[in-house]
């Protein structure tokens, strides 16, 4: 029999090489490949046109269980799965080390335990002690979670197959478990896929919502193989900035509702509190007005947002490459920006050094920033302070048009509600709101003409 051929998985998008490459040559990520054990193939001339069992066909409207969702105990939480915990179903939670993946789960799993269901936490990361100690902080150690500090597959689903099927069932960390049926150490991109094919097929059978823990890469994406996303009916990720206290719990893939709702947490002496009303908690509450700070009337889902952007421009004397960082925003969107309001305004960046940040620690989404984003690079560009009483919302297009965004008048009735006077935005389909004077614009030359008016 022929030696089995050595194979590397990519452990990003799963692709595989006979050789080692420093590239994956088929998602094009560097430094994503590793060897792992060959799979036996038994033939791939296997008949499988007979010997199946036959599977029932049902119409679309055919009378059936629609899944209960059930609440998690934490709203913010329910809110960005869509309206609470379905069963039988699979969330991936993604996010830095030490952003809170752990607390926010134990938080969800001592509610669910405390209102008479039963939760199964399962740590491979920490002895159930450092849970315990966790849970003492968090004033949760009288929830009846059950506790447990394992890594094995197989000792997981055995002890659970031996119990009635809890409501929740949370694995802290998927890449932390290993399966005795499959070669390779934990982490590795074929354990990482079996162990949560396993865990998966349990939650299914048994009307168990599953969550999974799932480190991060640094590039921020989900370590272990694209291929988990793809398993998982729901991909949840957790931001911040750790040295800030908010956290944004954000669903990107959704089976079973919508995907831009978003959870806003406050990681606090006593773990996560919820932040039911966020519209306030990314503005810098100064008094004086400042230039290079635009507010931006964001929308997160369904939700309105008010968030401050701030931009700095420095003049370079020498012919050095001037830097441009952004922090909380699109790199190549902000790129663009400048570049229209250079070949569209005739403004001139070139020589000058551009920051831009977005404070909190906040990561806008919104395409509706552009304007806002322009608003405080031209008024940081000619140290022109923006009125402070005044919101900024609308998308760019490359020619310089001010694009109408989607609603409208749910920013501007935030906006007026927190105490602001007047908004910017696109002329079209903007209806003005009672106690906010709205200002349309159609291209940018507008915006920069107001801003830098009689200079
Ligand atoms: P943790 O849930 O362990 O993060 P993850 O599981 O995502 O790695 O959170 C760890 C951080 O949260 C840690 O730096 C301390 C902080 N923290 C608080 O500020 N308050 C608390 O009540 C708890 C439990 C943690
Ligand atoms: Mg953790």
């Known amino acids: 029999m022929a030696k089995p051929k050595r194979r590397y998985v990519c452990s990003s998008c799963g692709g595989v090489t006979t050789r080692w490459q420093g590239q994956c040559a088929d998602c094009g990520e560097w430094n994503t490949l590793s060897e792992e054990a060959p799979q036996t193939v038994f033939s791939t001339k296997h008949d499988l046109s007979s010997g199946g069992r036959p599977i029932r066909f049902t119409p679309l409207d055919a009378p059936g269980e629609v899944p209960k969702r059930r609440a998690s105990g934490l709203a913010e939480f329910d809110r960005a799965l869509g309206g609470g915990l379905v069963p039988g179903s699979a969330i991936l939670l993604g996010g830095d080390p030490g952003i809170g993946k752990s607390t926010l789960l134990l938080q969800a799993a001592a509610h669910i335990a405390n209102s008479g269901s039963s939760a199964v936490y ?59 049926t499959i070669e390779g150490a934990p982490g590795t991109v074929s354990q990482v896929r079996g162990c949560a094919f396993e865990l998966i097929r349990y939650a299914k059978e048994n009307d168990v919502t599953l969550i999974l823990v799932g480190h991060v890469t640094k590039d921020g994406n989900i370590a272990g193989p694209r291929v988990l996303e793809h398993m998982v009916d729901v991909v949840m990720s957790f931001e911040g900035e750790r040295s800030h206290q908010y956290r944004i719990l954000r669903s990107l893939k959704n089976r079973f509702g919508p995907v831009d709702e978003i959870g806003v947490f406050a990681m606090e002496g006593a773990g996560l509190a919820e932040v039911g009303n966020p519209s306030m908690l990314f503005l ?140 910017y935005g696109p002329v079209a389909t903007t209806k003005p709101e009672k106690g906010l004077e709205f200002t349309g614009m159609s291209m940018l030359p ?3 003409d107001r801003i830098l008016g009689d200079a």
Request: proline share 4%.
């Open 122 to 180: 399962v740590s491979g990361e920490e002895a159930a002690g450092q849970v315990r100690l966790r849970a003492e902080r968090l004033g949760l150690s009288k929830a009846p979670i059950q506790l447990a500090s394992a890594t094995s597959v197989r000792d997981i689903l055995t002890t659970l197959g031996m119990m009635d099927a809890p409501t929740l069932l949370v694995i802290d960390s998927i890449q932390t478990m290993h399966s005795d």
């Open 284 to 423: 810098s509450g100064r008094e004086e007005a400042m230039a290079g700070s635009a507010v931006f009337a964001a929308m997160e889902g369904t939700r309105p947002v008010l968030i401050e952007i701030q931009a700095l421009i420095v003049r370079l004397q020498s012919g050095a490459t001037p830097r441009r960082a952004v922090v909380g925003w699109d790199s190549g969107r902000m790129a663009m920006l400048l570049a229209v309001l250079e070949a569209r305004c005739g403004l001139n960046f070139s020589s000058a050094e551009v920051y831009l940040n977005v404070a909190g620690g906040y990561r806008l989404a919104d395409p509706a920033a552009d304007l806002a984003v322009a608003a405080a690079l031209v008024s940081a560009l000619g140290d022109r302070p923006l009125p402070k009483n005044t919101v900024w919302f609308g998308e760019v297009s490359l020619a310089g048009e001010i694009r109408p965004v989607a609603h409208s008048s749910i920013r501007q009735r935030e906006s007026a509600k927190l105490g602001f006077g007047r908004a």
């Open 446 to 448: 507008n915006l920069v």
